[in-house]
């Protein structure tokens, strides 16, 4: 099978999907962000040449100031040049096709492309038409997938669990609508987590989400039950009202999580979530700020993550 | 007392006000600050290697873009990687409370968030809830602070009068909505000034502004009789029409700054506007570029003592 | 005659248009380009120090994501510091004049100013009152000039057919409203192109527009016999609707490149755009990606001449 990440040596050339993304791949990519988070220093994440006079475009056709955030931070730190292009009020409005925009910005010869964009599979049609020398990193597209965030997940979990061939590990939320949840469910059957539960109100999950590995729950106590990982996701504003959902409130009530729900997982549990958080909608308060919240490391571990997969991808030229 | 700005061993650890700011600290930024211009190659600032490797983060709640400039400006003389966010359309947009937009981006390992935020005390409050490692400064809070704002004024004072003990300074225009009145105010008097004056309409003058240790003057003729130094304050368009003020014109006519008020004040009194400037409102074109103005080098030293600060602050640590 | 853009030995200090730019001095601009196209090296353009701590400020009072990013990328290719900042929302918004914005920009010690301006004469004038030790680079003001636009086209001409004397060059579009007309006519006719025709319809034709040396052609068919390149120009959408055209459709049947139109020129002529294409509008996508076209060429070239620019000003104080 072509793997449309992978280069003809099997190395990782873009980084599109968890999905058919190489299990040594992926804990390469975990091993290499290890050596950029110095637990001697506080977690301190330190710049070093890498990407010494390498330039990555961040190339937003959907605005997200903190992802666009963390690559540019992970990108200087690994000494790129880094140029920012929100296009959405830029090209396209011109009437110009994507095609054509990405043609313009490999003409400018940039090493990395970092994507965002509304639509599903727009990176991988990117990655189709850039010139073999760029590498093009999925920063998310649509409801289809964002990589980065379930690397820097796995490495979350790993970094507080130590393994995965053990665990029992709950994806609480709007699975329909989640690039994020797609993308964790990937990863983790991959790692070979043996039980991934999936615990959401029928009108939030995709039809036949079971062909993916995981386990339907649709009652939170009865899908929290001794897990060792939880992983909320965040309700978007937009589903708050109408058809989908009944109310913020309702939803909290039956799938926020509180401290009373999580005491039904281990007590070593680690809670999880991409934010921006609602709190009060699907997270309490006091469970995101809890003893088992790893909410906050799971941003400093994401700018190592995205180092480790930059570093891969120039390498990899 | 416990003073926010300082660690424990009496060194700038954040720089949020100058209100009880100690004079050896402000003399030191300005000191520092004089050796980052170089008055023999033109007041030229050259790239120093000071903040190597570290990352300062412009947060903007609020946008502006000319102080966000100076910052920037200042960050990458002194070599540091600058990212900047503008928060307004972002995060807090999508129902994140300003605590977790803080904790975040303390995740992502900044060295020093400089913060400009529409709220007094916002940055205050972003101070407190930092990772310990991290330094603030204060771009301008609500109606509050603009500490690096009126440093340079002090900066300017003191590259053209050379001392403060002996000065007569007269702060004119809108000072009840001003942060940077305020800011020079606790600045002017920290530093010895004998006598501060400020000059206003009514309405635009906080309740008991004396007890700050300031003068009152509605007549600016009186008002700028002898004075040293004269710092006009920005009319806010807003308060050009409405209750507060009858018409631009009338403000003119009153509080405008002309040659003929001028005259007043000493014949060597400098001029000093923090920018943008309303000609032909606040201050007469005649003026602003006249012989006494030193407004254009205000815009200098503001970088000089913006470097001044970040340096001290990352030796600080 | 005094030249706004040399200093007074002659050499390069600002560039604000190709209308009496000296031959010599053109020529030297696509000299130095060549150096930093490495053809071995599939054009690579690799990052060089000759602005290492200078700092270029992107001045943009219009905004334009592509047109900044690629004076962003040349300039951080020479290892400057660059600033972007968008005026259009900042200080002019209130109240400040031109004239008080750029004395402020300049006082901040930029060591060049790259200016995007509506307006036409905008960066002339900016030029004038900039500090001596500034250089300033029009990146497009109103309907005047877009220089170095016009340099990378003289640039990619000179690739691909070596001499200028012995061409036959027609500009085809809306000519009227192009600042990139103006600036290849002035440019091509400096550089000894002994036949320069421009093809549109009346109304989109300014006046006299044969007292610049060129021929003019309502005839698509005719304009085009025998010609050695094309230049294409953008139909702004503007202008799709309205008086000055009677539709898009019409406008494509008429004055839009197809491969049968182009079969009227050279076999080995060129196909030229500046960007963003409207397909089908003013070039069918037979022509934008076939044989003939150079427009991804034009945009690498694009970036060594800003950099040959750059360089040169930075050198020239």
Known sequence: MNNPQLNKNGELH????????????I????????????????????????LQGKSVFNIFFESSTRTRTTFEIAAKRLSADVVNLSIGSSSTSKGETLLDTVGNLCAMHADMFVVRHAQSGAAHFIAKYVAPEIHVINAGDGRHAHPTQALLDMFTIRHYKKEFHNLRVAIVGDIL???????QIHALTTLGVPEVRVIAPKTLLPTMVEKLGVQVYHDMRQGLRDVDVVMMLRLQNERMTGALLPSAQEYFKYYGLTQKKLALAKGDAIVMHPGPM???VEIDSSVADGANSVILPQVTFGIAVRMAVMSMLAGAK
Do not use: Q
């Open 14 to 25: 873009h980084l599109l999907t968890t999905e058919g993304l190489p299990a040594p791949i």
């Open 27 to 50: 804990r390469h990519i975990l091993d290499r962000a290890a050596i950029f988070v110095n637990s001697a220093e506080g977690n301190e994440i330190r710049k070093v040449p890498l």
């Open 177 to 183: 609508h989640s690039r994020v949840a797609r993308s």
């Open 278 to 280: 609602n709190r009060g």
